[in-house]
Nanobody, 117 residues
Framework: QVQLVESGGGLVQAGGSLRLSCAPS????????MGWYRQAPGKQRELVAV???????NYADSVKGRFTISRDNAKNTVYLQMNGLRPEDTAVYYC???????????WGQGTQVTVSS
């Protein structure tokens, strides 16, 4: 069973930075793409950023220019660098991975990010 282990959440003041990490139990090359979603209280889960096996990226409009998704193949880890954090970025952030061959989707347990004003 695939596990996605997340780390790096926490409490930060507005304008601050955090870096989230996600390491799968297998190889990151097992997945066609990996990304981050977030869910704020009372809201639907939404895509934040995604990175493909070949390094292509896509971002939600709300985080463009502030967040950067990257992958370190040697460390088998995907990162989300979050700069210029705003109170509206407060949410539980979930790592996500897709494997097209088996049409499978995997989720991490979630990590809380809280941005104070």
């Amino acid at each position: 069973q695939v596990q996605l282990v997340e780390s790096g959440g926490g409490l930060v003041q507005a304008g601050g930075s955090l870096r989230l990490s996600c390491a799968p139990s297998g190889s990151i090359f097992d997945f066609n793409d990996m990304g981050w979603y977030r869910q704020a209280p009372g809201k639907q889960r939404e895509l934040v950023a995604v990175i493909t096996r070949f390094g292509g990226t896509n971002y939600a409009d709300s985080v463009k220019g502030r967040f950067t998704i990257s992958r370190d193949n040697a460390k088998n880890t995907v990162y989300l660098q979050m700069n210029g954090l705003r109170p509206e970025d407060t949410a539980v952030y979930y790592c996500n991975a897709h494997r097209l061959m088996t049409m499978s989707t995997y989720w991490g347990q979630g990590t809380q990010v809280t941005v104070s004003s």
